[in-house]
């Protein structure tokens, strides 16, 4: 592409971070899935399931694919929620823990290597144009429906 457009950038960059943490879990018989919602359950007190999707932008049926597979994998346990009768809590078992861990210094690695490459100034112009374009989203303020003639 002669004019890189800012979305395409935005998925040729996700996509290639997710190839990578990818193939890093896939070392582990995991995936990248399994890692971000492993770092995404409050390690101490759980995590309600229903607020688990939306801290993650993940549908609901995607999610509770995911969490089957935890459960039998062992790394988290459901439990009901004691302030609401009807909810559960997302619970870490001790294996789980573990591999949260291991996902915590994944991700800690990779910022490192890129705050090793790239300057402060420019990472801080990194998070200011990705907050704008998420504030510019959350506002409805990008119209891109096509228009008809």
Known sequence: MKDVTIDY??????????????EEAKEFESTMAVGFTLLSIDPKTGTPSTALGPKMGM??????RILKRME????????PNPKDGRGVLIHLTAFGLEKRNHS????????DTVKESVSEEKLENFF??????NSLIAEKKIHIKATTN
């Open 59 to 64: 549908e609901a049926t995607s999610l509770s």
């Open 128 to 133: 200011e144009v990705m907050n704008t374009i």
């Open 9 to 22: 950038t935005l998925r040729a960059t996700w996509q290639a971070v997710a190839r990578m943490y990818n």
């Open 72 to 79: 039998e994998k062992g790394l988290i346990l459901r439990k």
């Open 104 to 111: 915590k210094e994944v991700v800690f690695r990779f910022n």
